[in-house]
């Protein structure tokens, strides 16, 4: 049987993208201080967890909510069962925004919206390709489930208990990441470093804040110090004035009696490669690491700007290891926060690491690098790298479908993000970005082009069918 996914597609286009647009304007970002039992991890992601299941219900499918932490559509049965997992949850929006990011608008074919792109847009394309096959009652011999949570961009607390409760399917992939596939990711951990509260010096540092989630690059930081008088206020404002000229940010200074408060703002990008971005944060560390600072304030300034400041590889922190089919590690100081008089001040490190090194060895090398007065947490139950081979049938049934829609020759890919994937001992994560695609996930401005939406959904279609014909 030939079947024309393009054509398929192009008639469900009008209902695709009202579909998406309802979800996309749900802000669906974790709230963990609107909490509460009926809303694990705040109102939007539940929210935007009933609407996708309440649209497969829509079509006639089979679907459960666990808990609205995750849930997921059925459809098939069968001995073996394909995992499609795409997750609701967006990250933070930031700053810089030229529309409001959850009133979804479609300008020069592109559609903007926070999640359009990071993954309520790949998740719908998925979808769309699922109730094709449905809708066209093509027989099937797998079953499949198509798995939704509320919380990848945090802790991944929606597939902890999704699994506790819930079968783990045989094999499936992930709509989160990039064509032609990915099969390889990076062990993934947060590390914070601990500060004391203790201050002094010539200069005092009363606050400092950089940074919404680990998995960020912080595009902008602010920071309050105070000086021993008035003299040294016009001194330092024009240092700054300076600094910012000079650097590859924009930025402002305040002055209130003695008490100067900075501003800074780089770019923001996703963790996964924190060259892509500005981090405000450490600039401003390094600004500030001109002056005097003393204890536990000085410590903070100095190891920001000294061992972490555009250093995204771990060489002054004593971590830096590549594998050849893996490639680098990669270190993004995702939140910066220090409050004079406060016993939680920290910097959250977001490591990425290949195979070929530790994580017992990650926290060693750190150690010894920061001094033994700093304390580390490291949250043990992060990911360890995550590998499928490149001759595993999956992967050559997903690299097949994708040339030929798009006659483009395909090749296995690692990275440095984490995607449900790699929940699966034969997991992968498969687009929804083409490699002409512009990458603007946890940036202002999100988008996703239209035309790469659609072309998406022909692919996930097919590669669907495929796997469980």
């Known amino acids: 049987m030939t079947i024309d996914w393009q054509k398929e597609v192009e008639a469900r286009k009008e ?13 669906s970002v974790r709230e963990d201080d609107k909490a509460t039992p009926d809303a694990p991890v705040g109102p939007g992601p539940r929210d935007a967890l009933l609407k996708f299941l ?6 006639g499918f089979i679907t459960k909510n666990i808990d609205n932490l995750a849930g997921h559509i059925e459809f ?10 795409g997750h609701v949850d967006v990250v933070p929006v930031g700053e810089g925004w ?5 009133t979804p608008v479609i300008k020069d074919g592109r559609l903007y919206a926070r999640g359009s792109s990071d993954d309520k847009g790949p998740s719908v394309a998925a979808y769309y390709g699922l109730k094709i096959i449905k809708e066209l009652h093509l027989p099937t011999s797998k079953r499949v489930r198509f798995i939704i949570g509320t919380d990848e961009e945090s802790g991944w607390s929606c597939m902890d208990r999704y699994l506790e409760v819930e079968e783990k399917p045989d094999f499936g992939f992930s709509p989160d990441a990039e064509f032609p596939i990915i099969n390889g990711e990076k062990g993934m951990t947060n590390i914070t470093l601990q500060f004391g509260q203790d201050n002094g010096g010539e200069v005092e540092l009363l606050h400092f804040a950089s940074g919404q989630r680990p998995n960020m690059v912080p595009e902008s930081a602010t920071a309050t110090i105070k000086v021993e008088n008035e003299a040294a206020i016009e001194e330092i404002t024009t240092a700054f004035v300076t600094f910012t000229k000079t650097n590859p940010i924009t930025g402002t200074v305040e002055a209130n009696g003695t008490e100067l408060t900075f501003v800074v703002k780089g770019k923001a990008a996703h963790a996964q490669e924190p060259k892509g971005g500005v981090n405000g944060g450490t600039f ?7 002056y005097n600072f003393d204890n536990a ?3 903070f300034v100095q190891i920001i700007a000294e061992d972490l400041h555009e250093d995204s590889r771990g060489n002054k922190l004593g971590i830096q290891h ?4 893996m490639g680098e590690l990669t270190v993004n100081p995702g939140i910066l926060s220090f409050d004079a008089g406060k016993a939680d001040n920290q910097v959250v490190l977001n490591i990425r690491y290949p195979k070929g090194i530790t994580l017992a060895e990650i926290e060693k090398n750190i150690q010894t690098a920061v001094g033994s007065a700093i304390a580390l947490t490291v949250e043990h139950h992060g990911h360890t790298p995550h590998y499928v081979p490149g001759d595993d049938p999956l992967v050559q049934t997903l690299l097949s479908v994708y040339e030929e829609h798009t006659g483009q020759k395909g090749a296995e890919k690692v990275i440095g993000g984490g995607t449900f994937g790699r929940l699966l001992e034969r997991g992968v994560a498969y687009g929804a970005m083409f490699p002409h695609s512009v990458d603007t996930m946890h940036q202002a401005n999100e988008f996703m082009a239209v035309d790469d939406l659609l072309q998406s959904a022909i692919i996930y279609a097919d590669a669907i069918y495929r796997l469980i014909k």
Do not use: Q
């Open 297 to 299: 304030a000085g410590k």
């Open 54 to 59: 309440e649209i497969g219900e829509r079509d």
């Open 98 to 102: 030229d529309t409001d990011p959850f």
């Open 76 to 85: 098939g049965a069968g001995d073996e069962t394909l995992g499609i997992f």
């Open 284 to 290: 401003l560390a390094v600004f500030l690491n001109n």
């Open 322 to 325: 590549v594998d050849e089919v």
């Open 15 to 27: 209902d695709l993208l009202k579909d998406l647009f309802e979800l996309l304007r749900v802000p």
